[in-house]
């Protein structure tokens, strides 16, 4: 689960909607109270999803800022 938070925006993410329905992957755009803003796949709107729906993709080294 994503928690909702400003820093989540930008971050690349998993959307799983139910057990028969395959990942996909997405960017979250907007943070709301209750939902998050993901554009998935090649889409060019955002979809609102519950956080519980998302998972981040971990992070690579190389994503790191260092500073």
Same mark, same amino acid.
């Given at each position: ?6 820093? @989540?925006?930008?971050? @690349? ?34 979809? @609102? ?19």
């Amino acid at each position: 689960m994503v928690v909702p938070s400003e820093s @989540a925006i930008g971050r @690349a993410v998993v959307y799983r909607h139910g057990e028969d329905d395959p990942p996909v992957t997405g960017i979250i755009t907007r943070v709301a109270p209750r939902r998050l803003f993901v554009r998935l796949g090649s889409q060019l709107y955002s979809m @609102a999803v519950y956080p519980a729906e998302l998972e981040f993709i971990a992070r690579r080294r190389s994503d790191t800022v260092v500073g």
